[in-house]
């Protein structure tokens, strides 16, 4: 699940497009809102240079690029407007041009349409990129109509992979996640399913997202996960308390979405932005009138580093997240081609010991105000699965 936009770093011009929070994505369509001027970006922000991404990473035993593409906004926007479609199977081909190699989408991104346009996008080079995907929504197999809640009984768990390989117009899925865990399926049970797929070729790696500590435990032990996939970025560090211990407990990767905050890191959001009727980002508490004011610090912090790294804020929010572990590969999504040459030129940011430690201890002396999520979209985060009987 990714993922949020990143921006051109110029002094007068600001990043709006952000990505759709993940889980609320599965829920219902959303809308950015009228947004006031965002921050301008710190003096001393340069472009980046359209060069090569630097540097590869393991998920577990998967080699990725040190940044990904999260391909989750390309089928519709947050305005609900189609990007077209050319431009984007360009831009995902730029990408890999440039280095990248790791592309994550899902089922629930379109639905469907987002796996047909990176299928199409990777056709003359799918033998040599990453492709990850995710199943556990309730969407039908043939429709891509939306129901409530979650499914992943081993049977449609099947079912649901042998769609996303015709839409990916591939025969194996490189890394496969359980998007969100179903309340009803032990996990055990979802991991027999991905072993029989694994068995066919069909699955060459799993992984979870959101999931629960202790099904995180079970499902590695049943069948060895290579990531785990999770919100996290300085505006949510969330994972930092047990997720992130386990991962390297168990050797498991760790992939960030909305690894810029929904935006915010950016400077797309500011304490005069207001946002639509639909938009998820309207009714995050994180993001209030009362509690903007004190969480643009983290806004104001990445700035003073842009400015001294000679970087975009992006670059800044990206590269601390890779600095933290060499196992966090981080998948920042776009619908714009500057942005993504952008993001990519955060894996070229490096900080000393000294200016990550000064950076990390600058980070959790801010507390941000608010919840990341509404609780409809928190009630799918941190489930764990029932005990196999």
């Known amino acids: 699940m990714q993922i949020d936009d990143s921006g051109k770093p110029q002094d007068a011009v600001a990043r709006r497009d952000v990505l759709k929070v993940a889980g609320g994505l599965a829920l219902a369509p959303m809308l ?7 921050l301008a970006q710190s003096p001393g922000a340069v472009a980046t240079q359209a060069g090569n991404i630097e540097g590869r990473r393991k998920l577990g035993t998967l080699e990725v690029s040190s940044v990904g593409l999260g391909v989750q906004n390309m089928g519709r926007t947050y305005q609900t407007t189609i990007p077209s479609r050319p431009e984007m199977i360009n831009l995902i081909r730029a990408a890999h041009e440039r280095g990248v190699t790791f592309f994550d989408t899902a089922e629930a991104y ?8 990176l299928g199409e996008a990777i056709t003359p080079f799918q033998d040599r990129v990453v492709i990850t995907s995710k199943f556990g929504w309730n969407i039908d197999l043939e429709t891509g109509a939306r129901g409530p809640g979650l499914i992943s009984r081993p049977d449609h768990i099947k079912l649901a992979v042998e769609g996303s390989l015709k839409r990916l117009r591939t025969d194996r899925i490189d890394l496969l996640y359980q998007h969100r865990v179903d309340p009803k399926v032990p996990i055990e049970d ?23 500590i202790n099904t995180l435990r079970r499902a590695h032990a049943e069948l060895p996960l290579s990531a785990v996939q999770s919100e996290y970025s300085m505006l949510w560090r969330g994972p930092e308390e047990r997720v992130l211990p386990l991962c390297e407990e168990l050797g498991i990767g760790f992939v960030p979405w ?3 905050g929904v935006g915010f890191l950016t400077g797309a959001i500011d304490e005069r932005t207001r946002f639509a009727e639909g938009d998820i980002r309207g009714v995050e508490s994180r993001f ?3 509690n903007l004011p004190a969480n643009l610090a983290l806004v104001k912090l990445v700035s003073d580093w842009a400015g001294r790294k000679q970087a975009s804020r992006a670059q800044i929010a990206l590269a601390w997240l890779m600095a ?6 981080p998948i920042p999504g776009t619908t714009q081609m500057p942005h993504m040459l952008d993001n990519i030129g955060a894996a070229s940011i ?12 600058a980070v959790a002396a801010i507390t941000v105000a608010g919840q990341r999520l509404p609780d409809a979209v928190l009630a799918f985060s941190g489930v764990e699965a029932p005990e196999k009987s």
């Not at 950015?32 to 965002?38: R, Y």
């Not at 379109?110 to 346009?117: F, M, N, Q």
């Not at 933290?324 to 590969?329: E, H, L, N, P, T």
């Not at 490096?350 to 201890?361: C, Q, R, V």
């Open 350 to 361: 490096s900080f000393t010991p000294e200016e990550i430690g000064e950076l990390n201890s």
């Open 324 to 329: 933290q572990k060499a196992w966090i590969v």
């Open 190 to 212: 979802v991991a027999g399913a991905i072993k029989d797929l694994k068995a066919e070729g069909k699955v060459l790696h799993w992984g979870l997202s959101e999931m629960g």
């Open 258 to 260: 909305s690894p810029l």
């Open 32 to 38: 950015v809102g009228a947004t006031s001027p965002a």
């Open 110 to 117: 379109g639905p469907h349409e987002c796996e047909r346009i």
């Open 288 to 290: 209030s009138p009362e």
